[in-house]
């Protein structure tokens, strides 16, 4: 009966390991930011699921430049939104940017760097791995 309970823990456990989501470099998905709380479902993490229809996936330190140019795209993320329960974000901050944002901030010269150990997997189908360590 303990062998029969070791090897169901065993395979629960490897069952939970290959499910966790899994960063670009193909290890863990690590935590991006808690302070602001970050992330589609904001537990800090750059989760994605199917409500998620922005992709939030790309763990980056903001810049002054990046938030300007997102707010001409019409995402202002410098204005707090306390309705939303929204601080406000400045530069030095970590935050989960949708895929597209970024993709579109590095074709402009002004993407943010990522912490690669917090971007989610799913950010390689929007992009290289090399162009997301540049």
């Not at 193909?26 to 409500?51: A, E, I, V």
Request: charged content about 25%; aromatic content about 10%.
């Amino acid at each position: 009966m303990k062998f029969l309970i070791l090897i169901l823990t065993l395979d629960i456990a490897l069952a939970q390991e290959m499910s966790a989501p899994k960063n670009v470099l193909g290890f863990p998905l690590q935590k991006c930011c808690d302070s602001p709380k970050t992330g589609f479902y904001r537990n800090g993490f750059c989760h994605t699921g199917p409500q998620d229809h922005g992709t939030h996936v790309a763990c980056a330190t903001l810049t002054k430049e990046f938030l300007e140019f997102t707010k001409t795209k019409g995402n202002d993320l410098m204005t707090p939104r306390p309705e939303w329960n929204f601080p406000g974000l400045k530069p030095g901050d970590k935050w989960c940017l949708c895929a597209l944002r970024w993709i579109e901030a590095k074709k402009a010269g002004f993407a943010p760097k990522l912490d690669l150990e917090a971007t989610h997997e799913k950010m390689l189908e929007y992009s290289s791995i090399k162009e997301l360590r540049e």
